[in-house]
């Protein structure tokens, strides 16, 4: 089954710095991968997702890359701000079944 | 955050007890799902079904029991043979699954479980 990996585990930026955090994934045949944020308490809502027909997407501060030879994915995030600090979840996915997870990273932006 | 909705927003448990976690969604998705997440942990998989009557055991099904007798709704039963149920749970759906769809996932806003 698929297995998906991610680091770093905690990653602390200071405001308007980048952040970047990365996955794995073991199933060739995943092609969907989206990116989760959870607020302390709050459900995860998706902030963007990629299908694997294309290498990269962005939206306005977020953008993500797939690199589907070496089966990692990236979130990027420009400009960071407070209110960016969260949990963010990478998963995979065929055609949207069999989510799978990563474990998480805690994204902190220090003031 | 309209669209699906999860019952009790906390409950509390005593030890021995079967309780039901409600998860409700009017946006019409054929798919639903039940995660369970520990304190900095991700998101594992309980129990999901795509269709009415049917439902399947995700990575950690053992005591937990589920049922899909309406497409709107997917209640969860924390048995008592769950020995450390004591957890975030959430729920999600997507549309129908299939071949040549990208379906994303929406989530409840949850039920913390806390067994005393």
């Known amino acids: 089954g698929e297995n998906v990996e991610q680091h770093p585990s905690t990653l602390s930026v200071q405001e308007g710095d980048s952040a970047v955090i990365k996955c794995t994934y073991s199933?060739?045949?995943?092609?969907?991968f989206p990116w989760y944020k959870q607020e302390l308490g709050k459900r995860p809502q998706l902030i963007i997702d990629?299908?694997?027909?294309?290498g990269e997407k962005k939206d306005q501060r977020i953008a993500v890359t797939l690199n589907k030879t070496a089966k990692h994915f990236s979130l990027h995030i420009t400009e960071t701000q407070p209110e960016d600090s969260a949990v963010y979840f990478c998963?995979?996915?065929?055609?949207?079944?069999?989510?799978?997870f990563g474990p998480g990273t805690r994204l902190s932006v220090l003031p | 955050d309209g669209g699906i909705t999860q019952s009790p927003k906390y409950l509390f448990r005593k030890e021995g007890q079967n309780v039901t976690l409600s998860c409700e969604q009017n946006?019409?998705?054929?798919?639903m799902y039940w995660y369970r997440q520990d304190p900095g942990q991700g998101l594992r998989l309980i129990y999901y079904?795509?269709?009415?009557?049917?439902?399947q055991k995700g990575d950690i099904a053992e005591g937990y029991s589920v049922s899909r007798e309406k497409k709107e709704s997917f209640p969860l039963t924390v048995t008592s043979a769950q020995k450390n149920p004591t957890a975030f749970y959430l729920c999600?759906?997507?549309?129908?699954?299939?071949?040549?769809?990208?379906?994303?996932?929406?989530f409840g806003p949850g039920t913390r479980l806390t067994v005393l």
């Open positions: 999600a759906s997507s549309r129908t699954p299939g071949t040549s769809a990208y379906n994303e996932q929406f």
């Open positions: 199933d060739s045949a995943s092609n969907y």
């Open positions: 990629i299908r694997s027909n294309v």
């Open positions: 998963a995979a996915s065929n055609y949207g079944q069999n989510f799978v």
């Open positions: 946006l019409n998705h054929d798919a």
């Open positions: 079904s795509q269709i009415v009557n049917d439902f």
